[in-house]
């Protein structure tokens, strides 16, 4: 068990006492940092300005391998499979593009991919004359996956599995797609963003070739991180798409030699303060227990989609069987964004996933927005149900 009282004191965002505090309900979006990471990244910017950003970095080699280390001990993975960046958009990409395609080649995306993803996927596919296709939804809209069994063939050279959405409490089946994938050879490449810090992460129970995620979410690392974990056969033997003196050295006028592990997958310059913060964010985590953590995540986000459909007018709008802590709704007759807005009137923080997220999804289910309510383990049950009170308040 969670010791609820210490996650709360951990966290400056967390307001106890008299009166009605904020309630903070978008860990999907940008999380509320632990103090000890806020203050790794303030105490290394200090040091910058005293000594400067080298000698700054390397007080912190340690520290600094540390990240991936951490990282490493969440999902499984050894360092050498770790590339860290800035994003996760990034780190999807800088494994997408360096993925050789041609024409005729076949690109699965998921039906509930992210929009940067399926952008990105459609730039390839023209340049390339690849295409994409989306993997259909079964009936509770989990990836189908009978039909994508059915849909593949050796030239489906990528996957792109979408591990829990941007728009709602829908987990992927991951390791099944992935199995269906690689019986054609296909790369499975999973968008982990939404999953990374709130769901188990096993990447050899996974079995994908690469991953993704980023830190502010579910991590509750600072913003402009991210990381990619390469399958360690990929990470010794891919070519990135692009390279410079750290992903590569220069060994010759006609030559040069990849780094040897993921870290190809890096450039040299990055913000220090920056990732030794999500190496305190990983670390506290871990230090937390990652399962106290999920099952926490997890009793909030049920007490939500309990409540929430009893009150006349709301929807609760999550797909699929196994369900994250993203509860997504709609509101008759209130916009998404005046909900949104007027709970922020009260101190109540959720956001609004539009269509053009996730496009496919929310066009096939006739939705131009959902709200988002991701409540992570520091926040209070007395506090969702003053959410849910202020959102049955909302038609009255
Ligand atoms: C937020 C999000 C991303 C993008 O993460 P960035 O760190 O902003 O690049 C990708 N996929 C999903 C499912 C997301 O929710």
């Not at 890096?266 to 190496?279: I, T």
């Amino acid at each position: 068990m969670l010791d609820d009282d210490r996650v709360r004191a951990d966290t400056p965002g967390c307001v106890d006492g008299p009166g009605p505090g904020p309630v903070f309900l978008d860990s999907a979006g940008s999380s509320l940092p632990p103090r000890v990471v806020t203050e790794t990244v303030i105490e290394h910017l200090r040091r910058e300005a005293e000594i400067g950003g080298y000698r700054a970095a390397n007080e912190r080699l340690d520290d600094l391998a540390d990240v991936k280390t951490a990282i490493g001990a969440l999902i499984n993975a050894e360092p050498e499979s770790i590339a860290l960046s800035d994003s996760a958009t990034r780190s999807w990409a800088d494994f997408f593009y360096s993925v050789p395609l041609a024409a005729g080649d076949r690109i699965l995306v998921s039906e509930a991919d992210y929009a940067s993803n399926a952008i990105a996927a459609l730039q390839r596919a023209r340049a390339t004359g690849a295409t994409v296709e989306k993997i259909p939804s079964d009936g509770s809209g989990q990836i189908d996956l009978d039909a994508l069994a059915a849909l593949v063939d050796e030239r489906v050279k990528l996957v792109s599995v979408l591990h829990a959405p941007t728009n709602g409490g829908l987990v992927n089946p991951a390791a099944e797609a992935t199995r269906i994938a690689h019986s054609v050879g296909a790369l499975v490449l999973l968008d982990a963003c939404q999953s990374a810090g709130q769901l188990p992460l096993d990447v050899a129970d996974l079995g994908v070739d690469a991953l993704s995620a980023t830190g502010r979410k579910w991590l509750r690392g600072p913003r402009g991180t991210g990381f990619l974990y390469l399958r360690p056969e990929l990470a010794r033997s891919m070519e990135p798409a692009r390279l410079d003196l750290h992903s590569a050295e220069w060994t010759g006028p006609q030559d040069y030699r990849l780094a040897p592990g993921a870290s190809r997958f890096e450039f040299w310059e990055c913000d220090v303060a920056a990732r030794l913060g999500l190496g305190a964010a990983v670390r506290y985590l871990l230090e937390l227990g990652p399962e106290d953590v999920y099952a926490a995540i997890a009793a909030r986000a049920e007490h939500l989609r309990k409540a929430l459909p009893e009150i006349p007018g709301v929807t609760v709008r999550d797909l699929g069987i196994r369900h994250s802590g993203i509860v997504s709704f709609t509101v008759d007759g209130v916009d998404s964004v005046a909900v949104r807005d007027r709970l922020l009137a009260q101190d109540i923080t959720v956001t609004v996933s539009h269509a053009g997220s996730t496009l496919l999804d929310m066009t096939g289910r006739g939705l131009a927005s959902v709200v988002r309510a991701s409540p992570h383990c520091f926040v209070g049950f007395d506090e969702l149900d003053r959410f849910v009170a202020a959102v049955a308040a909302l038609r009255a």
